[in-house]
Structure formats: structure tokens, C-alpha cells
């Protein structure tokens, strides 16, 4: 009795020193063994819980809460098919009991089965309406499967009654970065660090609200510091292994994943990341492994089906794997968040297969239920765009004119307009090393208007700044560069391609830097683009008159920057390139200033990983199939072709400019 107070007290340590005399004066008690069993719970001696609960429900097999923290401290430990056994024996003796049925719902959803856990916990709350730990776990399973708002809501009754809980703040952080409320959520983020300097899950909030900023590089910073304190932390290891894989460091990504992997191999997500890098550097085998796996632990885990889908070509309805998306696609409870990749992969099946509307359909459906949700101010957003040509009118009056230690090749232009197909190509030069889409100008642009008193803006402001600055902001570039990448050659290439709006900054920084500009028929442009799921949110190009509008300011910059640099770019025009490969080769060769190598015709030469919506079409070296793909959706693409038609880049006829 005495021990059992200790332990109500918060004394485990008492508690555990007379339970332990007491089982010795009577074995054959169950609640003696269940207390001590309590006590090591309490001090995280998961192994010598199990023993001792394991004893109780030996004494007394309807000892239901015996079963459950048996199922408890075995869930701990890992052992989830034990953990999962004891809780079954639980319900067995009582189908209704709460904690019971909560434990079952948090092990259906470590194993992703997140439609039997939200069952599970919806049942504990229909018993025990005010079971905390029954809602909280409610609330997350709807996070985990896209409904937010649910989650929210199911969320609210804990932030009322009690507002200041770590965890519940944390929730509600993650689920406000869901929905895309990333300046309500920073205010929680930010004030939970101050309060929690050193809590790792705060930490893993942080990491979880840079990656949704795509702060890559925050992202490595935290995750470094986090598994100095946890190195047995899979999800970390997958977070990193997922920044540097944003950063197009695919070696540093994989080794990551295998880590995560041996950590937690129960998780698709890790098997599916660890399947994209092997994708990016055309281990085909190995991926579509990892990818296979993946579905074997989460059979509904869409997001392999997809990666599977775009490494395969389909002729006939009847493959298993769309048979099985199909099966899928008819489930009646498929949330919008499982509905959408499917929508996508179905859509390219369809398209492999030749039936066009009904790939258009799908693709539209997915597009649609993507842009609902998103939170860019478009029309801010244009307008911003269209600033550039009135504010960097000439080019910059102050560069830096320092030799650098790393000489960029700038790859730039529309997303799906060639950019990975140029960067192969030069990057199989000796003397380059393919770096893939670099984020390090826009890093510059946040540091180059925060640090500046009073804050700048971009790009109005980037005038007045100094030389020293951008001295250093090339300097950072560097770092970076070194950091992510292991070179050993003086060029690199960036090929991101959003850099085509920052040509005037990147002369500036990067005054003798070559830049290569890649065009593509537009039409092609923006029917890849509308069929892709990027793993970023690029807003604009899910819906197809945002997208072409996106295009037509594009274009526009395109043709300002030429007027103002002129032979300073160099076009490379996607159709020329595939069509006339070796002499286009040369030239886009001589563009950069290096000398000939042969191994750039060479087109099984694919050193350079990618990371990309381009990772199999690039393998397959110079091809021509995707030229005019365009046409067999011209129906569908009426409103773009109008659009680009009354702006003057399409002719009658769809020649362009």
C-alpha cells in the first residue's frame, strides 16, 4: 500500500524499491506485479515492465489493464506485433474499453493504417468523451491524412481547457503548417523555442516548419544538432536525408535514408525517399525495390505507386499496378490528399496508353483539388514578377570582381523546358560537376534585404546595395556549395530554374558566370507542367490560365533581360537541341567557355544525379517523343493557346517567337 502511494506521489524510485520487495513476499499477487510494473513504466524500464506485466495477466488473465500496459511497454520497445496481440487480448475482454482501443488506433497508425486508427479513436471518445489522449491521437490522424480542418476542430476542446500544453501547442503548430498558416504558426513555433530552448520536439517542430518554408538548409542546421542529442531518431535521419535531397546532394540524401531505414524499418515513407535516390542517380532496380517495399508496408501508400508509374511505360489496362491504383481510386472514404497523387499517376498511365481525354480528365481533377488549396497571392505574386524590367532597367553598375574558387554555369528558363537535359550534357564535361537546382540566389535575396537597416526590398531596393555585400553573399554561395557537394573541379552547374528571374543579381554577383537560357514550344511547356505533381508547391501551375499567364511574364522577362544583357545569355532551344544534337552540343559547349571534350556527346555518360520530374527522360538520353506532345490535348488546351495567341507568342498557326 505504501509503494503504491509512492508511486501516486511521482516517487518511481521509492515505489520500484518496495514493489520489489513486496512480489518477493507475494508472487503470486497480480496488482504487487502490476505496480512494479507502473513503476518501471514510469522510469522508461520498458524491458522490466513487460516482465512484470506479463506476470499480471499470467496471474490474472482479465486483468484488462494489465493487458494494456503489457501492449504499452511492448509498443515502446517496438515490439509492435506483441504490443498489438496484448491489446487485442484487452478488447477480447472488453471491446469497448477506451485505453484498449486507443492503444490499437496509435498501432494502426505506426503502421500508416490510418483509417482503422481514427476508427479506434472515434470509438474511445464515443465511450469516454473527455479521454485526452484518445482526442489528441484523433486529431493527429486527421492531420496525418490531409484533413485539417478536422483535425482542428477535433483539436480545439484541448486548447481551450488547457492552452498552455507543449503538446497540444505543437499540434496545433503542425496542423496550422498544413493548411498553409505559416505566419500564425511561426508565432507558436517561435514562442515555443523560447520557452522550450532545448526540448527536442520543439526541435522537431522547427525542422518541420523549415521544411515547409523550404528552408532546406535550416533544415540540415537543426536536424544536425538534434541527432547530436538523438542519433537513433529515424524521422530526423529522413529529414535530413529529404533537405539534402531538396538540395541536390543525393549521395548525403541516401545515406541519410539507409539510416533511417535501419533505425525504423517499418516505415514506407523512409523506403520510398531512399527509392527516389537511387531513381536520381538511374538505379532503376534498386528504386523500383525500395519503391515495391514500400507498398508492401503501406499498400496504400500512394506516393510509391506514382514513382513507380513514372519509371515504367504502360500497354495494357490490364498491368497489376493499375489494377491496383484503380482498386484504390474506387475506395469510398479516399481522402483528397491520397485522391490527388493518385489523380496524377493515373492520369500518366492513361496518357502511356493513349487515351487522352481520359488522362486530360484526371490530371485536371488532381490539378484542381491541388489548387483549392493554395494559399499564394497569385495576383500579388504577377505583380511582383512584372516589377523586374521596371526596376533593373540596365545592367548593375557595382560587381563583384573578385576570381572565385568555384566557377557557376547558370541553367535557367521555364521548369520542363530542358534544364535538366543542358545540365547533363555539361556536366559530363571532366572539368564540371552537375550541382542541380541550387537555392543559394534566393538565400542571398532573404539575406541581402533582412541584414540591411531598414530591411530592403527585391527588388526595388537592390540598387543601393554595396559591393561588400554581394562580395559576401558570393562567398556563402561557396560554402554552401562545398557543403552539399564533395568537388573537385573548379565549374559546377545550378540549374534552378527559377533563377531566370534574378539574371540582373546574378550578373551582379557573378559578372563573367555563363548563362544558359532553355526554350521550349510553349505549349509543351505548359502541358508538362500541368501534368507534373511537384514535390514543392508551385501554385501557379495548377491551374492551367494561371500557369499560362505565369508563361506569358516569363517570356516577357526572358525578353527584357536579352535587351539589356544581349550575347551575355545563350538560348537553347529544346526542339534544336534534340533534333541537331551534336552541333547544338558544341555551341552550348562553346557558351560556357570551355574547351571541347568529346565525353559530352556521350550519351550514356550520367554521372550527374537528378532529382527532378526529368529523372527517366534524362536517362534516356537525346529523345524526341516528347516534341508536339502537346497536340494530342489541343482541345483541352484552348484557353492557353488563346491566351498566348492574344499576347502575341503564338501565331496562327502555333509557331512562336
Not at 122 to 140: C, G, I, K
Not at 401 to 425: A, C, H
Request: some cysteine.
Amino acid at each position: 500500500m505504501q509503494s503504491a502511494q509512492r508511486l501516486q506521489q511521482g516517487d518511481a524510485v521509492g515505489a520500484k524499491k518496495g514493489l520489489l520487495k513486496v512480489v518477493k513476499k507475494l508472487p503470486t499477487s497480480a496488482a504487487a506485479w502490476y505496480n512494479l510494473g507502473l513503476s518501471h513504466q514510469h522510469l522508461n524500464e520498458h524491458q522490466k515492465a513487460v516482465t512484470a506485466y506479463r506476470k499480471t495477466v499470467d496471474l490474472k488473465s482479465d486483468f484488462i489493464d494489465g493487458w494494456i500496459n503489457l501492449g504499452m511497454s511492448h509498443k515502446e520497445l517496438g515490439n509492435l506485433e506483441q504490443a498489438e496481440k496484448a491489446a487485442q487480448k484487452a478488447l477480447n475482454k472488453d471491446p469497448n474499453h477506451p485505453r484498449a482501443l486507443n492503444l490499437m488506433g496509435t498501432l494502426h497508425a505506426e503502421r500508416r493504417q490510418l483509417a482503422e486508427a481514427k476508427e479506434a479513436f472515434e470509438r474511445a471518445l464515443a465511450v469516454m468523451p473527455d479521454f485526452d489522449d484518445a482526442r489528441y491521437n484523433l486529431a493527429n490522424a486527421y492531420s496525418e491524412t490531409g484533413d485539417d480542418e478536422q483535425a482542428m476542430a477535433t483539436l480545439q476542446p484541448l486548447l481551450e481547457c488547457d492552452p498552455g500544453s507543449k503538446r497540444n501547442q505543437i499540434l496545433q503548430a503542425q496542423i496550422l503548417l498544413n493548411m498553409g498558416e505559416l505566419k500564425e504558426s511561426s508565432f507558436i513555433v517561435l514562442e515555443l523555442q523560447k520557452q522550450h530552448p532545448d526540448d527536442p520536439d520543439v526541435w522537431h517542430l522547427g525542422i518541420s516548419y523549415r521544411e515547409e518554408i523550404r528552408d532546406h538548409f535550416g533544415v540540415i542546421e537543426l536536424a544536425q544538432q538534434l541527432l547530436n542529442q538523438r542519433p537513433n531518431d529515424a524521422n530526423v535521419w529522413n529529414s535530413l536525408g529529404s533537405a539534402y535531397f531538396q538540395l541536390d546532394g543525393i549521395a548525403k540524401a541516401k545515406s541519410c535514408y539507409e539510416k533511417a531505414i535501419k533505425l525504423d524499418p517499418s516505415h514506407a515513407q523512409y523506403e520510398n525517399n531512399l527509392g527516389l535516390s537511387c531513381s536520381s542517380t538511374g538505379d532503376k532496380v534498386s528504386a523500383e525495390s525500395h519503391y515495391r517495399r514500400a507498398i508492401e508496408l503501406n499498400p496504400e501508400y500512394t506516393e510509391a505507386y506514382r514513382n513507380i508509374v513514372a519509371m515504367k511505360r504502360f500497354s495494357s489496362l490490364d498491368d497489376a499496378d493499375i489494377v491496383e491504383m484503380q482498386r484504390l481510386w474506387q475506395k469510398p472514404d479516399l481522402d483528397e490528399f491520397t485522391k490527388t497523387k493518385l489523380a496524377f499517376a493515373l492520369g500518366k498511365v492513361y496518357d502511356d496508353l493513349g487515351l487522352y481525354n481520359d488522362a486530360f480528365a484526371a490530371y485536371e481533377l488532381g490539378n484542381d483539388l491541388k489548387f483549392k488549396d493554395t494559399k499564394m497571392d497569385l495576383g500579388k505574386y504577377f505583380s511582383h514578377m512584372e516589377l523586374f524590367p521596371q526596376v533593373f532597367n540596365h545592367p548593375p553598375d557595382k560587381v563583384v570582381n573578385k576570381d572565385t574558387r568555384i566557377k557557376p554555369i547558370f541553367i535557367l528558363g521555364m521548369p520542363r523546358s530542358g534544364t535538366t537535359l543542358v545540365e547533363q550534357i555539361v556536366a559530363r564535361h571532366p572539368d564540371v560537376y552537375g550541382c542541380g537546382e541550387l537555392p543559394c540566389i534566393e538565400r542571398s535575396i532573404t539575406r541581402l534585404e533582412k541584414k540591411a537597416e531598414p530591411q530592403r526590398a527585391y527588388p526595388a531596393d537592390f540598387w543601393d546595395v554595396p559591393v561588400d555585400s554581394f562580395e559576401t553573399e558570393v562567398e556563402e554561395y561557396m560554402l554552401w556549395v562545398e557543403r552539399l557537394h564533395d568537388i573537385d573541379v573548379k565549374h559546377i552547374t545550378d540549374k534552378m530554374p527559377f533563377n531566370f528571374v534574378h539574371v540582373w543579381l546574378i550578373k551582379a554577383m557573378f559578372p563573367d558566370a555563363p548563362i544558359i537560357h532553355c526554350r521550349r514550344h510553349p505549349l509543351d511547356v505548359i502541358t508538362s507542367n500541368y501534368f507534373q505533381l511537384y514535390g514543392t508547391d508551385i501554385s501557379f501551375t495548377y491551374n492551367l490560365e494561371a500557369l499560362t499567364r505565369y508563361y506569358v511574364r516569363y517570356f516577357r522577362l526572358m525578353e527584357h533581360w536579352n535587351q539589356i544583357f544581349g550575347d551575355q545569355i545563350t538560348t537553347m532551344q529544346y526542339e534544336t537541341l534534340v533534333q541537331d544534337s551534336e552541333s547544338e552540343t558544341r555551341r552550348l559547349i562553346g557558351a560556357t567557355g570551355l574547351e571541347w571534350d568529346d565525353a559530352c556527346l556521350d550519351q550514356k555518360k550520367s554521372g550527374t544525379a537528378v532529382r527532378t520530374a526529368s529523372i527517366w527522360q534524362v536517362r534516356q538520353g537525346i529523345y524526341t517523343s516528347s516534341k508536339e506532345r502537346w497536340r494530342n490535348y489541343e482541345k483541352q488546351l484552348q484557353p492557353a493557346i488563346e491566351i498566348l495567341v492574344e499576347e502575341k507568342i503564338l501565331g496562327e498557326a502555333f509557331e512562336y517567337k
